[in-house]
């Protein structure tokens, strides 16, 4: 199993990236897809997930409003459109694909690579 995910980089605040993560190895339409982030000197937390057929959506309170996920299961491809970005974003971001337990939680089965965002002027 791989993600790959790409597309961090540094932004000034206020600015937008685009992560994407190509999903392999296993059957991408059968999972919940999303992304987690690490600041430094901080716990892993939950950003943004999507479940299987995109019907579903959650969003942590810090980044709802400013980030969008998606997934296009044709192209074995998750994203998370971010924008209106502020410094404390500045993480590693990694996408994961998992399930759903009842109540919304979603639970990594794989981790990719993280790719990291900088928000600085």
């Known amino acids: 199993v791989q993600l790959q995910a790409s597309g961090g980089g540094l932004v000034q605040p206020g600015g937008s990236l685009r992560l994407s993560c190509v999903g392999s190895?296993?059957?991408?339409?059968?999972?919940?897809m999303a992304w987690f982030r690490q600041a430094p000197g901080k716990e892993r937390e939950f950003a943004a997930g999507?479940?299987?057929?995109?019907?579903?959506?959650y969003y942590a309170d810090s980044v709802k409003g400013r980030f969008t996920v998606s997934r296009d299961n044709a192209k074995n491809t998750a994203y998370l459109q971010m924008n209106n970005l502020k410094p404390e974003d500045t993480a590693v971001y990694y996408c994961?694909?998992?399930?759903?337990?009842?109540?919304?939680?979603?639970?990594?089965?794989?981790w990719g690579q993280g790719t990291q965002v900088t928000v600085s002027s």
């Open positions: 999507i479940n299987w057929n995109s019907a579903s959506t």
């Open positions: 190895g296993f059957t991408f339409d059968r999972f919940a």
């Open positions: 994961i694909a998992g399930g759903i337990r009842k109540g919304g939680e979603i639970v990594p089965t794989w």
